[in-house]
């Protein structure tokens, strides 16, 4: 297991086990609740608390993570076990996928167990669980992490053995590689976004001794419809140039290369950071294409459908 200190406490041993980044089975018995509604309020109050003194934005309660949370923790209890891991191997990843999440989204998860606590549990119990949490620095981390925008929480508990299983679940579109540099983190028009590419191109073909491109307004709109529908996905998108380039603005170029980049977990927004992360991508694999000097025109587009996927499209092409 991963990272699982034990915290004492009068009557009580709590002990907290930690994921980071990355069908539910039904529990097979009764268990104790207590007043859940009550609990999960309780426990966002907390991981707002804690965010809030660390200066970040406090989280939404979410439905999906409350109800994952829940599964989690009761499968747990039923089975008699205690990870991230069911038995057949499902993450909070996979459960939170299952359920309808983004799999662009990050996903993370705190487990915590209390052994001989009174059942039901109450919200003192939930206010322990977290302080607990919080003295911990890989489940702070994961309370603390910026990118996450909801919350949820599941916690159930054994009459009989009165051991109590708590999870704690965060989700969200994680942030662009800018976040902590203002400028760079800003999100971008598309009008910016295409010159924060013509900046960062400038200085790859400087130092390769190419000629600097010009921007074209028919590339750019063909970059911008080539983009998938709802701005972004995994996947990248299948490019028809001859469609994207019709009539006279495809007969203005001897030859148009295209060159596509997505990531996830990446923001909500576009920004400077994501299109230098993208050039610098670019530059790794295609380095000949984004410096041929026959290359004089570019058009750039960057779309984002605000769960965390991005996708970027440049067209570079050669003048007839």
Request: charged share 25%.
């Amino acid at each position: 297991m991963i990272g699982t200190p034990a915290l004492r406490r009068p009557a009580a041993a709590l002990a907290l086990l930690l994921a980071t980044l990355v069908a539910l089975p039904a529990a097979a018995q009764e268990v104790a609740t207590g007043d859940l509604p009550a609990l999960r309020a309780e426990a966002l109050a907390e991981v707002n608390a804690s965010r809030e003194e660390a200066g970040l934005a406090p989280l939404e309660p979410g439905d999906t993570l409350d109800a994952i949370a829940q599964n989690h923790a009761e499968d747990m209890l039923a089975r008699d076990y205690f990870a991230h891991a069911s038995p057949e191997g499902d993450t909070v990843g996979d459960r939170f996928r299952a359920a309808g999440g983004a799999a662009s989204e990050i996903v993370a998860e705190n487990l915590g167990v209390c052994e001989g606590c009174p059942v039901p549990p109450g919200e003192d119990r939930v206010e322990a669980m977290h302080r607990g949490w919080m003295e911990s620095p890989g489940h702070r981390a994961n309370i603390l992490r910026e990118g996450l925008t909801r919350f949820g929480f599941g916690i159930a508990a054994d009459p009989a053995s009165r051991r109590t299983l708590a999870v704690q679940t965060f989700a969200g579109p994680g942030r662009s590689g800018g976040n902590g540099d203002g400028e760079a983190a800003a999100p971008l028009d598309p009008q910016a976004r295409a010159a924060a590419a013509a900046d960062a191109l400038r200085v790859l073909r400087e130092e390769a001794g190419a000629p600097p491109l010009a921007a074209d307004e028919a590339l750019g709109a063909a970059a911008r419809d080539l983009l998938p529908e709802g701005g972004a996905s995994l996947e990248p998108p299948t490019l028809d140039l001859g469609a994207a380039l019709r009539g006279e603005s495809g007969a203005r170029f001897a030859q148009v290369r295209a060159l596509v980049a997505t990531c996830s977990g990446c923001g909500a927004e576009p920004t400077r950071a994501d299109v230098e992360r993208f050039v610098e991508q670019w530059a790794q694999n295609r380095r000949d294409v984004l410096t041929d000097a026959d290359l004089d025109r570019y058009g750039f587009a960057l779309g984002a459908d605000g769960r965390g996927a991005k996708t970027a499209i440049l067209l570079l092409a050669q003048s007839r």
